[in-house]
Each structure stands twice: as structure tokens, then as C-alpha cells.
């Protein structure tokens, strides 16, 4: 659906994806598959859009985090590949089959329940097994005195009728942290899972074709890490310390207007509570975006958005539907002007830093009302609303 208000909107920019994506490629070399992670409707910038230029630049693999969102894409005609990193009720598991769609499986019971289905249906279901190496969270269990018991398990997996592991995979930790004790952690992650894939091949005798760990992190940092597949995230929407020095720029810019100007005279209290209190005459923007829109009312008072005169500091707490800014010196501002949240000219990377959280937060946090506009060579090629009217 199409909004016809200009009020708060994103530009997806897919020629800056494709860039990002040429850019990425060309470090981690012609021999090392790319998998693009579009889980969370592509962290807010949209799956099939984001899909479909991956696919179009030559991306090998897709990564979501469930089945509807996989069937999205395969209802929009995605052909490529699609990893679900996250669980799928075995009840799924034809549907997983019908549409060629790869299931991560991270302990036995998984590895059990997918195996009799398939075997029931008469069918093979592609698998990647997730190891744990360090993420505690899912996959199977390695570490320590868990090696040996870890290992049988897998290539328990690896015989079970119904099954076919293409691949096998885990999740760095804290790839993307700077610490010497962080490096560490990594290479001690990264030593575990290939000691693991190592031992599985020589007691199975057989071979995985995509061995996979490199996350955002580790594709900027550790080339040792690549193997077979990489699956950047930030990186490739061109967020965080390691998209600048790569040269990649951010995907989304989010934009609002100025719907209303208000003088207000010194000791003046804005919005709820009052906290911010005006001290001298002040020139007083108000903008229709507010933390339903995604801003997060942990930012109020905090920060400024990119007017085309410099920076404007946010006033007082943010509300739901709008907030407030100070552009007193700011006299080329209007009603109608237009107001950058974030994008190239008001970085997301220090945004997410003032709020305490990263990135993904405020790009995922961009709600359904906010109408998304996709530019392609140049030009506006689709606008969306996700609404129901």
C-alpha cells in the first residue's frame, strides 16, 4: 500500500546495498559464498527488496529467522537459497521441503523430530548443524568435557534417514569487541568449531560443503575466519566502525518533516514532565515522530537530528506520535522542512550509542506506519506501507 502523507518515511537505498554487497565480496574473495542475513524484514529496510538485490548481485545464500519469514520471500518469487536460523515446529517440516528451504538444527531432539517427519512424508529435509562454541545459546554443545559427546551427536545427525547436512555453522560471540581478552574468545571459538568439523568428517568420513562462522565481526577482522561462507549483517547495511573503514555507507536514511513552529518565552517547560525548560526565548520545531514511530524515549533529551542549518537538540521527553526540537538559530528551518534522523548526515552508530544499545535496535524499531521508500539507479522504484487498509 501507498501513504500519500508526508510525514515521517525511510529511503532504502539498494544501490548503495549493492555497492555495500560488491565491496564485501571483493574482500572475502571469489571462492567464499555470501550469505545475506534478512531476518527481522532486513533489520527494518525490507526483506524482499533486500533479497531480491542480493540475489540480482549474485549472493549465494539468505539467512531468516523462521518460516513465515522465509515464506515471504519464497511467495515473492526469492529462488536463492534460504537458511532458517531459528526453530521450526516439526509439523513444518513438508512445508520446509516443498519450498527448498534449509532448517538449522542445534541438539538431537531437533535432529530426531525433523528425521522421523521427513522419513514419515517420504522426503529429505536440508540441514546446517549449529555447534555452540561459546554463544551459549543454541547449537550443540562442545565445550570442554561436552567435545566428545558434542561430536557423537552430530554425526549421530549426519546418519539419520531423512536428513541431508549440507552444511554446519556457529555464532561467534564477541567477534566485533576490541578487548585482547575478546580476541581471545574469538580464535578460542573459532579453533573449537574447526576442531569439531574436523573430528565429525573423520569419524563420519564424510565431507560438509559450507562450513560458516564469520559474522560482521570477523568478515572486518579475521579473514582466517571465512571458510567456506560468511554472513555479515551490520556490515553489510553499512552500520558500525567497521562499514567506515571498509568505505560502506548506510542502506536506510530516515527522514521527517516540521509540522509546526512555536516561540516560547524563557522558563518555559516542553513536553511531559517538564524536564526540559526553555532558557531564553526559544524557536520551537515540532516533528511527527515520536516512539511509535520507532524513537526510542530513552533518547529524549539526549540528542539532535540533522536539520539543513546543522544540528537540532531534541527538547524534553519524546512522545508517542511526536517530538520536539530546539531551532531558535535555525531560521532557513520551515514548517515543511525536511528533518534527517538518521542516514549519512546523522550517523545511527552515534544515535545508538546515546540510547545505549547498537544499530539494529533503531532500524528494526522503525514501526509499520513509517512508509518506506526503495530507491534503485537513482530513482524511486517502489513506496510501501505496511498498514492494512
Known amino acids: 500500500m501507498e ?7 525511510s529511503e532504502i537505498n539498494l544501490d548503495v546495498l549493492k555497492n555495500n554487497y560488491e565491496i564485501i565480496k571483493k574482500k572475502i574473495g571469489d571462492n567464499v559464498k555470501f550469505l545475506g542475513v534478512v531476518k527481522a524484514d532486513a533489520y527494518g529496510h525490507g526483506s524482499i527488496n533486500v533479497a531480491k538485490t542480493l540475489e540480482e548481485a549474485g549472493a549465494d545464500y539468505l539467512a531468516v529467522s523462521s518460516i513465515d519469514e522465509a ?5 515473492n518469487d526469492i529462488r536463492m537459497p534460504i537458511l532458517i536460523l531459528g526453530h521450526t515446529p516439526k509439523e513444518q517440516v513438508s512445508r520446509l521441503i516443498e519450498y527448498n528451504i534449509t532448517q538449522a538444527v542445534t541438539c538431537k531432539a531437533k535432529a530426531v523430530e525433523y528425521s522421523e517427519e521427513a522419513v514419515r512424508i517420504g522426503k529429505t529435509l536440508k540441514i546446517h548443524i549449529k555447534v555452540d562454541t561459546g554463544m551459549s545459546r543454541l547449537g550443540y554443545l562442545c565445550e570442554g568435557n561436552f567435545f566428545d559427546t558434542g561430536v557423537k551427536g552430530i554425526c549421530e545427525a549426519l546418519n539419520m534417514q531423512g536428513l541431508y547436512a549440507e552444511g554446519i555453522f556457529t555464532h561467534f560471540a564477541v567477534a566485533d569487541e576490541e578487548g585482547e581478552e575478546d580476541l581471545e574468545y574469538t580464535m578460542h571459538q573459532y579453533k573449537l568449531f574447526t576442531d569439531v568439523c574436523r573430528e565429525v568428517e573423520r569419524i563420519s568420513g564424510r565431507r560438509f560443503e559450507i562450513k560458516h562462522c564469520a559474522n560482521t565481526g570477523a568478515v572486518a577482522r579475521f579473514p582466517e575466519t571465512y571458510l567456506d561462507m560468511v554472513r555479515p549483517g551490520l556490515l553489510l547495511y553499512g552500520y558500525g566502525p567497521y562499514a567506515k573503514q571498509m568505505g560502506l555507507k548506510p542502506v536506510m536514511t530516515l527522514k ?6 512555536k516561540i516560547y518565552p524563557e522558563g518555559t517547560h516542553i513536553s511531559y514532565g517538564g524536564i526540559y525548560v526553555t532558557d531564553k526565548t526559544t524557536r520551537v520545531g515540532v516533528l511527527p515522530y515520536g516512539y511509535a514511530d520507532g524513537f526510542l524515549r530513552s533518547l529524549s533529551n539526549k540528542c539532535s537530528l ?9 527538547c524534553g521527553k519524546i512522545c508517542m506520535d511526536m517530538c520536539m526540537i530546539d531551532i531558535t538559530d535555525m531560521m ?7 528533518i534527517e534522523i538518521f542516514g549519512e548526515k546523522n550517523s545511527i552508530d552515534e544515535l545508538s550509542a546515546i540510547a545505549g544499545t547498537i544499530p539494529y535496535e533503531l532500524t528494526c524499531a522503525v514501526s509499520k506506519r513509517v512508509p518506506r521508500k526503495y530507491i534503485k539507479d ?5 513506496q510501501e506501507l505496511m498498514l492494512r487498509m
Open 256 to 261: 521527517t518533516t516540521v509540522s509546526t513552529i
Open 71 to 75: 515464506m515471504e520471500l519464497r511467495l
Open 306 to 314: 540533522m536539520t539543513a542549518d546543522g544540528p537540532a537538540r531534541v
Open 378 to 382: 537513482g530513482k524511486i522504484i517502489e
Open 3 to 9: 501513504s500519500t502523507l508526508r510525514r515521517t518515511w
Open 332 to 338: 532557513n528551518v520551515e514548517v515543511g522542512s525536511e
